[in-house]
């Protein structure tokens, strides 16, 4: 009897656009403004790697040090539910 691979439930996301801005992420122009007007120049690489998956609707599983941009992520994610 042959053995079955089991069914995957996450992906790797530690291959990410290193190049990707706010401007090419797809979010919505109040959105984009204030971004700007808190003065963020361009996504950390956690932001980078996670934000584009959350704006799938897909389940977010990260891990960052503090002071990396992670909370910034659930409030961006959070204006699109």
Do not use: H, W
């Amino acid at each position: 009897m042959e053995e079955q691979t089991p069914e995957r439930f996450s992906e790797d996301a530690s291959q990410y656009n290193n190049q990707l801005t706010f401007e090419e992420m797809n979010l919505s122009r109040p959105i984009l403004k204030a971004i700007t007007a808190l003065g963020f120049k361009e996504p950390t690489p956690i932001q980078k790697a996670c934000v584009p998956v959350g704006l799938l609707g897909r389940d977010l599983c990260a891990c960052a040090a503090t002071g990396t941009g992670t909370g910034m992520i659930l409030l961006l994610l959070f204006c699109f539910i």
